[in-house]
């Protein structure tokens, strides 16, 4: 049986390429892929509580049971507790780690449910927060629970609450509700049934909180149950058994408030989650570690064990191990007591190692011995010098060659890789024999393959890009729209998604042209779907609405000509590649390279719009769905200078004081509301805004329009004379700032100074 290595765990699998979702073709390997990813998120709201696991061993299209007991053939680092039922006493797991998913993904676990409480010790605890399960009647769309979920908000927003919305995967809206003051079960749902029932009074033809359901009809029902201490629902993040892989997706409430709201699925969740983190991050506090739980493992325990910082100049890290993106190698001649080499591989946050006594093999025809040794620290990349003699490994330690490497496969007694080094190069493989001793054999050449049927992109990693060396790195800019791999052989296409996703109906308007240019060649390449606005500037919003023919294909990557792959050379010679075979064509936009420095890059992507920038190692390989560090992405922040027209009360640690800003920009006849700025301030900052702010309180809002319900809630109004700057990402369709920054006031500026930016 093959294993896993996760956050120093061994996680045994079985069956990775068998299809669970069989309308998208989603494996078992991408479910524990997604949990794995998504764990920093996920496991916060799962921390302390009992997770009942929901099974579909035979895939989605078959049928399913839920498993609450953990099975004695359950791994034994797995955390549990028992817990006294009616009849029985039953044993539940708690998950803390990335392990701790994967197995759930492992057992075929495609959904994860927990109740509202923690243990305390042994026993069930109180409530640490509130959940309210929107679910739509017959003829009741995803909008009008957005707009009841809303309703909510602002109805507990008045009481001192907050919610957090969550798209649930399957057709409704989960409300969260931290409690900053634990309530027993019963409490909470006493509550909440409070809440429900009085929006069913307020809007009875929209709403209601009875469970009957033949009251349900044409209506949202607000289930208030789910706080019961017997009941669970499924987690945040958790993918769902639908027939396609949708998940319990946190939202921001901009996008409730916006219409075409949708549920999302795990590659979807996945990318939110880099891009913005975890919008539930307030929603649940951190469980402290009990003083009786096992450390953590530790994988280079062994390694310090063998080694005296007094007496060895090889690193020797004393914290948590580094995180590399598992994508170099290293071997290292070793002159000890016997001549050999060190053959290193990163690979989750170590270097796997293994002692090759003849070195690398350079013929296929041969087998090599290599000999299992303990993990390195990854800063052993670079180690040269003298290890004294006496010591663990004495001798003289120099660095034969070292580069980047593909994982084709990474098993417990099997890995194969391509190494791209200055001497070592090809597909090598690792097989373990007995013990400690594996095998080492040099792979023949992979034929020439027909066209690929699918590649999973290459993803970027997010980073800040202004401190790349010059003549390293090319600059693209950061496209709005939907990734695309595009499959063209003598005039037919075929376009997928990410995920594999098939697009080519969708988008295939747009592409026709690019197929026709492409008639007499066989290629796969890799861009954005976009659409651009009246401005130039691509535009998600009308990407989403477009019918395909006023899609355009900006291509940026070459990964297959006429029979070569060229996924294995560099990206300066893919891009010329490609420039040259669309060299003429309209059909398809082959984005310019920005020149100059990383900080020109950037500023020529902010003068033209473009969200961002993607900086891409010239000597980089193509590495087909891994997120890498030789591509780095970085978003643009817009600014915006602001007034203060009143602030909003804080909650929690900001209780008492000031919590938010109110601003605008001047119009005729007062301010034109922009929205609410709570974050980006130090504590001195707050407490020399509200020392400001006090003596220009006022009795009116200074306002031209009526803000939302939750913005003007504990609103106290100002008379508008300071001006400030902020940042932000875009605005929304009703003109409002979307994640603003504080940046600070502008002494300089009058608020007839004052005026909304022109690239709104």
């Given at each position: 049986?093959?294993?896993?290595?996760?956050?120093?765990?061994?996680?045994?699998?079985?069956?990775?390429?068998?299809?669970?979702?069989?309308?998208?073709?989603?494996?078992?390997?991408?479910?524990?892929?997604?949990?794995?990813?998504?764990?920093?998120?996920?496991?916060?709201?799962?921390?302390?509580?009992?997770?009942?696991?929901?099974?579909?061993?035979?895939?989605?299209?078959?049928?399913?049971?839920?498993?609450?007991?953990?099975?004695?053939?359950?791994?034994?680092?797995?955390?549990?507790?028992?817990?006294?039922?009616?009849?029985?006493?039953?044993?539940?797991?708690?998950?803390?780690?990335?392990?701790?998913?994967?197995?759930?993904?492992?057992?075929?676990?495609?959904?994860?449910?927990?109740?509202?409480?923690?243990?305390?010790?042994?026993?069930?605890?109180?409530?640490?927060?509130?959940?309210?399960?929107?679910?739509?009647?017959?003829?009741?769309?995803?909008?009008?629970?957005?707009?009841?979920?809303?309703?909510?908000?602002?109805?507990?927003?008045?009481?001192?609450?907050?919610?957090?919305?969550?798209?649930?995967?399957?057709?409704?809206?989960?409300?969260?509700?931290?409690?900053?003051?634990?309530?027993?079960?019963?409490?909470?749902?006493?509550?909440?049934?409070?809440v429900a029932t009085l929006l069913e009074e307020r809007s009875p033809d929209r709403v209601t909180a009875t469970m009957a359901k033949a009251r349900r009809t044409g209506r949202v029902f607000v289930d208030w149950s789910q706080n019961n201490g017997k009941k669970t629902t499924v987690a945040p993040y958790s993918m769902r058994g639908r027939s396609a892989p949708t998940v319990a997706a946190p939202r921001s409430w901009d996008e409730l408030e916006s219409s075409g709201l949708e549920q999302l699925r795990f590659e979807e969740v996945l990318q939110r989650f880099h891009d913005d983190g975890d919008l539930l991050a307030e929603l649940d506090p951190p469980v402290e570690k009990a003083p009786d739980a096992p450390p953590l493992p530790d994988k280079l325990a062994t390694y310090r064990s063998k080694r005296s910082p007094k007496k060895t100049s090889e690193p020797i890290p004393v914290g948590a191990e580094p995180r590399g993106n598992d994508d170099t190698f290293v071997i290292q001649e070793h002159h000890a007591r016997r001549l050999h080499y060190d053959f290193r591989l990163e690979h989750d946050g170590v270097l796997v190692s293994w002692a090759v006594p003849k070195n690398i093999p350079d013929d296929p025809n041969q087998n090599r011995l290599a000999v299992h040794t303990e993990d390195h620290p990854l800063e052993y990349a670079t180690f040269e010098g003298s290890i004294p003699k006496g010591e663990y490994g004495g001798g003289e330690v120099s660095i034969w060659d070292?580069?980047?490497?593909?994982?084709?496969?990474?098993?417990?007694?099997?890995?194969?890789?391509?190494?791209?080094?200055?001497?070592?190069?090809?597909?090598?493989?690792?097989?373990?024999?007995?013990?400690?001793?594996?095998?080492?054999?040099?792979?023949?050449?992979?034929?020439?393959?027909?066209?690929?049927?699918?590649?999973?992109?290459?993803?970027?990693?997010?980073?800040?890009?202004?401190?790349?060396?010059?003549?390293?790195?090319?600059?693209?800019?950061?496209?709005?729209?939907?990734?695309?791999?595009?499959?063209?052989?003598?005039?037919?296409?075929?376009?997928?998604?990410?995920?594999?996703?098939?697009?080519?109906?969708?988008?295939?308007?747009?592409?026709?042209?690019?197929?026709?240019?492409?008639?007499?060649?066989?290629?796969?390449?890799?861009?954005?779907?976009?659409?651009?606005?009246?401005?130039?500037?691509?535009?998600?919003?009308?990407?989403?609405?477009?019918?395909?023919?006023?899609?355009?294909?900006?291509?940026?990557?070459?990964?297959?000509?006429?029979?070569?792959?060229?996924?294995?050379?560099?990206?300066?010679?893919?891009?010329?590649?490609?420039?040259?075979?669309?060299?003429?064509?309209?059909?398809?936009?082959?984005?310019?390279?920005?020149?100059?420095?990383?900080?020109?890059?950037?500023?020529?992507?902010?003068?033209?719009?473009?969200?961002?920038?993607?900086?891409?190692?010239?000597?980089?390989?193509?590495?087909?769905?891994?997120?890498?560090?030789?591509?780095?992405?970085?978003?643009?922040?817009?600014?915006?200078?602001?007034?203060?027209?009143?602030?909003?009360?804080?909650?929690?640690?900001?209780?008492?004081?000031?919590?938010?800003?109110?601003?605008?920009?001047?119009?005729?006849?007062?301010?034109?509301?922009?929205?609410?700025?709570?974050?980006?301030?130090?504590?001195?900052?707050?407490?020399?805004?509200?020392?400001?702010?006090?003596?220009?309180?006022?009795?009116?809002?200074?306002?031209?329009?009526?803000?939302?319900?939750?913005?003007?809630?504990?609103?106290?109004?100002?008379?508008?004379?300071?001006?400030?700057?902020?940042?932000?990402?875009?605005?929304?369709?009703?003109?409002?700032?979307?994640?603003?920054?504080?940046?600070?006031?502008?002494?300089?500026?009058?608020?007839?100074?004052?005026?909304?930016?022109?690239?709104?």
């Amino acid at each position: 049986m093959a294993s896993l290595d996760i956050a120093g765990r061994k996680v045994s699998v079985t069956n990775l390429h068998k299809v669970l979702f069989p309308e998208t073709g989603t494996t078992k390997s991408q479910i524990i892929e997604y949990y794995t990813a998504i764990a920093p998120a996920m496991l916060p709201h799962m921390a302390g509580r009992p997770v009942t696991r929901k099974r579909w061993p035979n895939g989605v299209d078959q049928s399913s049971f839920f498993e609450k007991n953990l099975a004695s053939s359950a791994p034994e680092w797995l955390d549990r507790r028992d817990m006294q039922h009616s009849d029985r006493v039953v044993t539940y797991p708690l998950f803390s780690t990335a392990a701790d998913l994967a197995w759930l993904g492992q057992q075929a676990a495609i959904e994860a449910h927990v109740p509202q409480w923690r243990f305390d010790g042994n026993a069930p605890g109180p409530a640490t927060r509130m959940v309210f399960d929107l679910d739509p009647g017959d003829d009741v769309d995803l909008g009008r629970c957005a707009e009841v979920a809303c309703e909510i908000r602002d109805m507990i927003a008045e009481i001192g609450f907050t919610a957090f919305p969550v798209t649930s995967g399957s057709k409704g809206i989960h409300l969260y509700v931290p409690l900053e003051k634990p309530l027993t079960p019963s409490g909470a749902s006493t509550v909440a049934k409070q809440v429900a029932t009085l929006l069913e009074e307020r809007s009875p033809d929209r709403v209601t909180a009875t469970m009957a359901k033949a009251r349900r009809t044409g209506r949202v029902f607000v289930d208030w149950s789910q706080n019961n201490g017997k009941k669970t629902t499924v987690a945040p993040y958790s993918m769902r058994g639908r027939s396609a892989p949708t998940v319990a997706a946190p939202r921001s409430w901009d996008e409730l408030e916006s219409s075409g709201l949708e549920q999302l699925r795990f590659e979807e969740v996945l990318q939110r989650f880099h891009d913005d983190g975890d919008l539930l991050a307030e929603l649940d506090p951190p469980v402290e570690k009990a003083p009786d739980a096992p450390p953590l493992p530790d994988k280079l325990a062994t390694y310090r064990s063998k080694r005296s910082p007094k007496k060895t100049s090889e690193p020797i890290p004393v914290g948590a191990e580094p995180r590399g993106n598992d994508d170099t190698f290293v071997i290292q001649e070793h002159h000890a007591r016997r001549l050999h080499y060190d053959f290193r591989l990163e690979h989750d946050g170590v270097l796997v190692s293994w002692a090759v006594p003849k070195n690398i093999p350079d013929d296929p025809n041969q087998n090599r011995l290599a000999v299992h040794t303990e993990d390195h620290p990854l800063e052993y990349a670079t180690f040269e010098g003298s290890i004294p003699k006496g010591e663990y490994g004495g001798g003289e330690v120099s660095i034969w060659d070292s580069g980047t490497y593909e994982l084709e496969k990474w098993r417990e007694n099997e890995v194969i890789v391509v190494l791209h080094g200055a001497k070592a190069r090809g597909r090598f493989a690792l097989i373990k024999t007995k013990g400690n001793q594996w095998l080492m054999h040099l792979m023949k050449d992979k034929p020439a393959n027909d066209l690929p049927k699918s590649i999973v992109p290459m993803l970027a990693t997010a980073g800040d890009i202004t401190d790349l060396p010059d003549g390293d790195w090319a600059f693209e800019g950061k496209w709005d729209g939907f990734r695309v791999i595009a499959r063209f052989a003598h005039g037919e296409m075929k376009l997928e998604s990410r995920s594999g996703k098939d697009l080519t109906e969708r988008f295939g308007a747009g592409f026709s042209a690019l197929a026709v240019d492409l008639r007499e060649h066989e290629a796969v390449l890799d861009g954005e779907a976009v659409v651009f606005d009246a401005d130039g500037i691509t535009s998600f919003e009308m990407l989403q609405s477009s019918t395909g023919r006023d899609v355009r294909f900006v291509a940026f990557d070459l990964l297959y000509l006429n029979g070569t792959s060229l996924l294995k050379k560099k990206y300066s010679d893919r891009r010329r590649l490609l420039e040259l075979l669309t060299t003429g064509m309209d059909s398809v936009l082959v984005p310019e390279a920005l020149t100059g420095s990383a900080q020109d890059a950037l500023a020529s992507s902010v003068e033209r719009g473009w969200e961002g920038v993607v900086a891409k190692r010239v000597d980089s390989v193509y590495q087909p769905g891994k997120r890498a560090r030789t591509w780095i992405k970085t978003k643009n922040w817009r600014t915006q200078e602001v007034v203060i027209g009143g602030w909003r009360r804080g909650r929690g640690r900001r209780g008492g004081g000031l919590g938010s800003l109110l601003v605008g920009v001047p119009e005729q006849n007062g301010l034109r509301y922009l929205g609410r700025v709570g974050t980006g301030f130090t504590d001195q900052a707050l407490d020399a805004l509200a020392e400001m702010l006090a003596p220009l309180e006022c009795e009116e809002s200074p306002f031209t329009d009526r803000l939302p319900t939750a913005d003007r809630t504990d609103a106290v109004w100002v008379t508008p004379s300071l001006v400030g700057e902020v940042r932000f990402y875009e605005w929304t369709d009703s003109m409002h700032l979307r994640h603003p920054s504080w940046r600070g006031l502008r002494d300089d500026k009058q608020p007839v100074d004052v005026v909304l930016e022109s690239n709104p």
